[in-house]
């Protein structure tokens, strides 16, 4: 670093993985659409200085910040910068705190790495800051497919195949998608449910293999629900999404609960997204009144909730 002191923002987009979550870790395909509620950092660096500094997450400053640390050291690490920069001072803003398994650690690491490129002057291109956020999630979930932080990086809705390359293409949906979106509350670790998942595959091979080709099987049918704006077939999609996620194990009573909730209310379908074992779950719905509906008795039972377009941005754009 050249300058003496520098200051830089950035945003990471929110993500609800529509089907295959860990299965997607695996190389089956998955597809993901953003949330449009982004992940907000502000940066200053300062030098001399020493140390990384945290304000506006939840457990900042209480020890709880370990692993953002090593997360923000990781990113700068990925963008080629001394991860001992001097002091770096690091904003949060996150209007959805504790909602697990929106991918807020991958917005992080995509604001972060944006926050940083124009605290020290560099332009960085879209590729560059995907590929230094991965580095950060690397920190919070011990595999990461590299989903989270694509849509975080792009904030476009996409279908993602580890291992090829370029992993992910766009999906363009054939009218904005309504979900209501509810958090049960309860702690997520992506760690821990993919390691999880792990334990079942190495347990219940043939079981394991059996899964992969029905998780295949399902996203293919799903894109084709996407594309053409069959958004019951979808629902129902998703929920099969959601009976094969109970199989592996990635549940929780709490979450079952809401899906039950939501398809009783009239959802065309629902599930579990993300790491599961805790975190949001999500409902597909005809229109906004009824998710606004939903998202209210949800709120009623104790779970924050909001209805949102995921997508609706990149449908109105388009490429
Ligand atoms: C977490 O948002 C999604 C998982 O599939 C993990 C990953 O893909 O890295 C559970």
């Not at 002191?5 to 929110?14: A, D, L, S, V």
């Not at 991958?106 to 605290?119: K, P, W």
């Amino acid at each position: 670093m050249d300058e003496h002191r520098g200051e830089g923002r950035g945003r990471g987009f929110r993500k609800a993985i529509l089907i295959n979550e860990h299965f997607v870790v695996y190389g089956v395909p998955a597809v993901a659409v953003p949330v449009f509620r982004p992940v907000e950092v502000s940066v200053e660096l300062h030098r001399p200085g020493k140390g990384i500094r945290l304000w506006g997450f939840p457990g900042a400053g209480k020890g709880g910040d370990g692993e953002m640390v090593q997360a923000a050291r990781a990113v700068m690490q990925g963008l080629g910068i001394d991860p001992e920069p001097g002091e770096l001072r690091i904003r949060c803003r996150d209007d959805l705190p504790n909602w697990s398994g929106l991918g807020s650690s991958a917005g992080f690491c995509v604001a972060l790495a944006r926050a940083l490129c124009e605290a020290l002057g560099r332009s960085c291109p879209d590729e560059t800051i995907n590929r230094a956020a991965y580095q950060g999630e690397r920190i919070f979930a011990a595999n990461p497919s590299g989903i989270d932080n694509t849509v975080a990086t792009y904030g476009r809705s996409l279908w993602y195949v580890r291992g090829r390359t370029p992993p992910w293409e766009w999906i363009r949906t054939a009218g904005p998608l309504r979900l209501v979106i509810g958090s049960s509350g309860l702690p997520a670790s992506t760690r821990e449910q993919v390691e999880r998942v792990a334990r079942f595959k190495e347990e219940r091979p043939s079981v394991f293999s059996a899964l992969l080709e029905e998780a295949g099987a399902l996203v293919r049918k799903a894109r084709g629900e996407l594309e053409v704006g069959d958004w019951p077939s979808l629902g129902e999609s998703m929920n099969q999404g959601h009976a094969m996620l109970r199989r592996l194990g990635v549940s929780h009573g709490v979450l079952d609960e809401m899906v039950a909730f939501c398809l009783r209310e009239g959802a065309l379908g629902a599930k579990l997204t993300g790491a599961g074992g805790g975190g949001c779950m999500i409902a597909l719905v005809e229109d906004a009144e009824l998710g606004t509906r939903i998202a209210a008795g949800l709120q009623r039972m104790g779970y924050p909730a909001i209805c949102v377009e995921p997508g609706a941005e990149d449908h109105r754009g388009g490429p």
